[in-house]
């Protein structure tokens, strides 16, 4: 059974850092990988997907990447803002037709102005 | 992407009773899931959910405490039966479309 750790839990930063945010999973037989962001009060959006066959994305600030053979992916971002505070999911996907999504506990992050 | 909605937003419930929380897609999705979210966890798959077929259940949850509608391919409904304070959750709505996952806003349950 697919299991997926965050590190680190919490993050305190003051604005402007470079930092990195830590996924990585058991089973390395995963069809993409997902980064989500979850404001208090508020669902998930979603930030970026890696698929299995790729080793980054990038989206702005942001910049993800994927080593399946060694079952970890990283969440950078560049020039942190306050509006980055926020709890940042990693998420697994098996790609099994019906399964959903593996979750991490993700990683509460807060900006300080 | 599909955009999502679920209804209510919030409820405080008393123990013993049921709520039914309602998931509409603006598109036509084969895939729908329902994910809880207790507080200080991450996310947990509850069940899958496909349009004339019975929904999926992942280990530990049980169709007669989390009874699961899917009329139609917009639209799916939760609901959390005989409630107790340990269901006191977030309870996500969400649709796979092209491998993408896409999530509702959430309906936070306080059960007192």
């Known amino acids: 059974k697919q299991e997926v750790t965050q590190i680190p839990a919490a993050l305190s930063v003051p604005e402007g850092e470079n930092l990195v945010l830590n996924c990585s999973f058991t089973?390395?037989?995963?069809?993409?990988l997902q980064w989500f962001r979850q404001d208090p009060g508020k669902g998930l959006t979603s930030l970026l997907l890696?698929?299995?066959?790729?080793r980054e994305q990038t989206s702005g600030r942001l910049n993800a990447s994927l080593d399946k053979s060694s079952g970890r992916s990283t969440l950078y971002i560049a020039a942190s803002q306050p509006g980055d505070s926020a709890t940042y999911l990693c998420?697994?996907?098996?790609?099994?037709?019906?399964?959903?999504?593996?979750f991490g506990k993700g990683t509460h992050l807060i900006i300080q102005p | 992407s599909a955009v999502i909605s679920q209804k209510p937003s919030r409820d405080i419930c008393q123990r013993g009773t049921s709520l039914t929380i309602q998931c509409q897609v603006d598109s036509q999705v084969t895939m729908m899931f329902w994910y809880r979210q207790q507080p200080g966890q991450s996310l947990t798959l509850i069940a899958t959910?496909?349009?004339?077929?019975?929904?999926?259940?992942e280990s530990g949850f049980v169709i007669d405490k989390f009874p699961i509608s899917r009329p139609n391919l917009t639209f799916s409904t939760l609901t959390v039966s005989n409630m107790s304070p340990e269901d006191s959750s977030i309870y996500l709505c969400?649709?796979?479309?092209?491998?993408?996952?896409?999530f509702g806003p959430g309906t936070r349950l306080l059960v007192l």
């Open positions: 890696i698929q299995s066959s790729q």
């Open positions: 959910a496909n349009q004339g077929s019975e929904a999926t259940y």
């Open positions: 969400s649709v796979e479309e092209n491998h993408h996952q896409y």
């Open positions: 089973d390395s037989a995963i069809y993409n």
């Open positions: 998420a697994a996907y098996s790609g099994g037709g019906a399964d959903g999504l593996t």
